[in-house]
């Protein structure tokens, strides 16, 4: 039995200090693993970057390859962008694929690979005019964005908690759309 391809697309909020449960999750689910980070979000994990290839399998990617190299990752069958910042959201909204964390899930929704993203910031910077505007643009590219009860509800500034970040219910929205075993 072959296991589907998941990508974790992963930027630099709180509960990515975590990230190894969402991967942890990702894998009980099924899924063969890929994470990918945002280079800020690389950075936290830099001194630790050999423990999520191990868990994964596979190298973690925050750069684009250079020309000249081969994909270091197998081709996905869905992505995950969780946790996904004001910022990614606001520059992907807008058509800005600068990082690999962005370019990866705006070509892949526009080449009928499944996108769920699901967001991690306060909600003073949810009441930022571009961001309602930068959601209703990926949803309507396609991208199942989890947002209040059903995926993220926005935390007070200062307030958020990483660690309860719910994982789940962004793993459950990509198993709802593409089964992790074909």
């Known amino acids: 039995m072959t296991k589907r391809v998941l990508y974790l697309i992963a930027c630099a909020a709180g509960p990515t200090q975590f990230v190894d449960e969402g991967v942890r ?4 689910r ?7 980070l945002t280079p800020s979000a690389a950075r936290w994990w830099e001194s630790r970057t050999g423990e999520l290839e191990k868990l994964t399998g596979h190298r973690v990617r925050s750069q684009y390859k250079l020309p000249s190299e081969s994909d270091a990752l197998p081709k996905a069958d869905a992505m995950l962008v969780a946790p996904m910042t004001c910022t990614t959201l606001n520059k992907w909204g807008a058509g800005i694929a600068d990082t690999l964390a962005i370019g990866l899930p705006s070509e892949a929704v526009h080449m009928g690979v499944p996108v769920v993203a699901m967001p991690y910031f306060n909600r003073a910077q949810g009441a930022q005019p571009a961001v309602a505007r930068s959601i209703a643009g990926l949803r309507a ?13 926005s935390h007070p500034p200062k307030n958020g908690d990483p660690r309860a970040y719910p994982w789940h219910r962004a793993i459950a929205a990509v198993g709802a759309i593409v089964s992790p075993t074909p």
Do not use: I, S
Request: net charge negative; proline share 0%; glycine share 16%.
């Open 25 to 28: 999750q990702v894998l009980a």
């Open 30 to 36: 099924g899924w063969e693993t890929c994470l990918v």
């Open 141 to 153: 590219q396609g991208v199942v964005y989890l947002d209040g009860a059903q995926g993220y509800e």
